[in-house]
């Protein structure tokens, strides 16, 4: 959520930041709606001050002049109330609209959508083949790794079964990922699956994006939902708390399953593990100070680069314009690993800076030391790594021309192979 005080201050200037990723911005309703709240709040504590003035010297008066200021505390009273409903409304309004206002860019970030993304560094080489290379399904089926016709036969198209191999593939990949975050100083976490309304909430996903998810609720319960990712439920791990200032930066990072629907349909390069309903995922989150925002950040996308390294895989780092972005984050970045089949790229990972956007919605701060003040965090979130794309990455970026793929050496240990074969 935006501060209420920046846009009564400087509209222009968060009109002018909303533009980069918006077609249109009117703040005036949420000026007005503001405007209207204050008048309310300072005619209510006008009158309150009254009723207590009045109170105060009642007993002094004679029966009279008492019944007199009793009257006059009724009729405040009653005009109290009303008002008190009445910012009530006008608070509810204001924040609905308060909201839907997506974060600001970063200053640095471009305008504009995909057209704009700009691609800061690439590392490794596309691998060149001597040989018809393969495509990951064709590589799944001959190698027996992913069942895609028992996995649409238990939970339908965007759904796979990982078999022996395959299976032990896509945990060696975890393994990994839980060992060197565990080693960058990260804190492990496995959180539930199964969310409140106020996780959404907070990660800036609902309300707006809540028919992106699963909803697991029916009509008048309290609304629950399968987690999209990691993030929407380690960001809430602080909801409502203020931490001390040298307890920041907090580092989490947690496996989960994530769980989408993916609306929309599937592409003819989307088949196979490249979208689907259910992929598992490593999450990074840190918990930051304001002035070490930029920092983590950095760190995390060195974080990510650092085992995509290890992995060999070829890739590329992309900066985000405003409007790829998603609506809570400042500033993204992807990694994208080249999918040989596909002939293009496919994010792997977004590390993102949401700055105070959803500190602000899940009212999480921090006690600066020196002032002894509570100022609201900054949080951020990676994913290192999504599988569902980086295992067929590795099939296809290692495949070998007798049918084999070789496995990464940073997998080898906990594979228990080199190679992977019939």
Not at 23 to 46: C, H, M, T, Y
Not at 47 to 76: H, I, P, W, Y
Not at 257 to 279: D, L, S, T, V, W
Request: glycine share 8%.
């Amino acid at each position: 959520m935006l501060d209420i005080n920046l846009i009564r201050t400087d509209a222009e200037k968060v009109r002018r930041a909303l533009l980069k990723r918006l077609d249109s911005v009117d703040l005036e309703p949420v000026l007005a709606l503001d405007r209207k709240r204050r008048e309310i709040i300072v005619e209510a504590d006008g009158l309150k001050m009254r009723k207590n003035a009045a109170s105060a010297g009642v007993k002094k008066l004679d029966a009279a002049a008492q019944q007199a200021v009793f009257a006059e505390m009724k009729e405040l009273s009653a005009r109290v109330k009303a008002l008190d409903t009445e910012a009530a409304a006008v608070e509810a309004e204001l924040a609905g609209l308060m909201t839907e206002l997506p974060n600001m860019p970063a200053d640095d970030v471009a305008a504009g959508g995909k057209e704009n993304n700009s691609v800061l560094r690439e590392w490794g080489k596309k691998p060149e083949f001597g040989f018809e290379a393969k495509g990951h399904l064709e590589i799944c089926k001959d190698l027996v790794l992913v069942d895609y016709e028992r996995g649409a036969k238990l939970g339908g198209n965007g759904f796979w079964v990982y078999r022996d191999l395959g299976a032990r593939l896509e945990w060696a990949l975890m393994n990994l990922f839980v060992e060197t975050h565990l080693a960058n100083g990260y804190s492990f976490t496995l959180p539930p699956h199964i969310l409140n309304y106020e996780c959404g909430y907070t990660a800036g996903q609902f309300p707006k994006f809540k028919d992106d998810v699963f909803l697991l609720s029916g009509p008048g319960e309290k609304p629950q939902f399968l987690l999209p990712t990691a993030e929407t439920a380690l960001i809430s791990l602080h909801r409502d708390e203020v931490l001390k200032e040298d307890e920041l930066p907090r580092k989490y990072f947690a496996y989960t399953p994530c769980y989408r629907k993916e609306a929309g349909g599937y592409g003819a390069n989307e088949r196979g593990m490249i979208r689907g309903h259910q992929f598992n995922k490593v999450e990074l989150i840190q918990f930051a100070k304001p002035e070490g925002s930029q920092a983590a950040f950095d760190e995390m996308v060195g974080h990510v680069e650092a085992v995509m390294q290890r992995l060999g895989l070829h890739y590329r780092l992309v900066k985000l314009a405003a409007k790829d972005c998603s609506a809570s984050m400042a500033r993204t970045y992807d990694i994208e690993v080249w999918i040989p089949s596909m002939k293009g790229y496919k994010e792997v990972s977004s590390v993102s800076n949401a700055h105070d956007y959803q500190a602000r919605r899940g009212n999480m701060r921090f006690k600066r030391a020196d002032t002894g003040k509570n100022e609201f965090l900054h949080t951020l979130n990676g994913s290192c790594l999504a599988t569902s794309r980086l295992f067929p990455a590795i099939l296809e970026q290692f495949q070998q021309e007798d049918g084999s793929v070789t496995v990464p050496e940073a997998l080898r240990k906990y594979l228990g192979a080199d190679k992977i074969s019939l």
